[in-house]
């Protein structure tokens, strides 16, 4: 039976194919963190309370590039290179969400619309990584070779979710709130097209790796094309909504000291 713990099982059960997973993941982690850390350094002087947090932002993400590369190192495993179609992080920015690198890479500050369209799109992005911890944590959370990993990655990508969420509702009280909703809905309708074609490119390179049947590989394939088709149609709304979030002032203080080895 095909579910969501049988194909991670067997993932972690296989040394190429858990490589390819940690090396995808390690890759888009740091890549946040290196996106979060230029706007933390651009952000500008209107906005610049919310300097600190962003930058803790990027220092989490940071973090969780050095948790996947030493759960590779708990294996003898050497990162594997990431293709380009399973790059989510770079395929998101080549489609407009997130701010362009060219912008991030010059010196000079970014305006208050950039930060509001950052928060947008960051509040879709985490809502896909707080869903797929949330599953991880249901099915791994105590798995002795990568429980605790998951867990610490899952604590922090609810207190991004919950970062985006204040942060943005904040500036909907300043009167961007018709400019929020619009980046939202536009944000979430690109970020489930990606995230269909990075998962399909994933679970095909897993295929090959672990040589599943040609029926297993369809019906996966499918599996993917359906979970999109009922985003396109309704789901995309649960990345687009606000509230207040339990977790308050998330991303305030410096970051846990509880060591970061997996």
Not at 109 to 117: A, G, H, R, Y
Not at 173 to 199: F, K, N, P, Q, W
Not at 216 to 227: D, F, N, T
């Amino acid at each position: 039976m095909l579910s969501a713990r049988s194909l991670f099982q067997e993932i972690l059960d296989d040394d190429e194919a858990y490589r390819l997973f940690c090396s995808i993941a390690a890759s888009g982690e740091e890549q946040g963190g290196w996106e979060n850390g230029r706007i933390a350094a651009l952000v500008p002087e209107e906005q610049r309370a919310l300097a600190p947090k962003i930058a803790r932002h990027g220092a989490d993400e940071d973090k969780h590039g050095r948790i996947f590369r030493a759960l590779l190192r708990k294996r003898g495993l050497d990162p594997a290179p990431v293709p380009y179609d399973t790059d989510y992080t770079m395929l998101l920015e080549r489609s407009g969400i997130g701010l362009p690198h060219t912008l991030l890479r010059g010196d000079g500050p970014l305006t208050e619309q950039d930060i509001v369209t950052y928060l947008a799109h960051s509040r879709v992005t985490e809502q896909r990584a707080a869903d797929q911890m949330e599953m991880l944590i249901t099915h791994f959370g105590d798995h002795p070779e990568v429980g605790r990993a998951i867990r610490m990655i899952a604590h922090d990508e609810t207190n991004h979710l919950s970062y985006c969420h204040e942060e943005l509702l904040r500036l909907v009280r300043e009167g961007h709130g018709r400019t929020i909703r619009a980046v939202l809905r536009e944000s979430a309708r690109t970020e489930i097209r990606v995230y269909r074609d990075v998962s399909l490119a994933v679970m095909a390179r897993m295929g090959e790796i672990l040589r599943w049947p040609r029926p297993k590989a369809l019906a996966l394939s499918l599996g993917i094309r359906a979970v999109y088709g009922y985003e396109r149609l309704a789901g995309w709304r649960r990345m687009v909504t606000l509230r207040m979030p339990e977790r308050r002032d998330a991303l305030s203080g410096t970051p846990a000291s509880e060591p970061e080895f997996a």
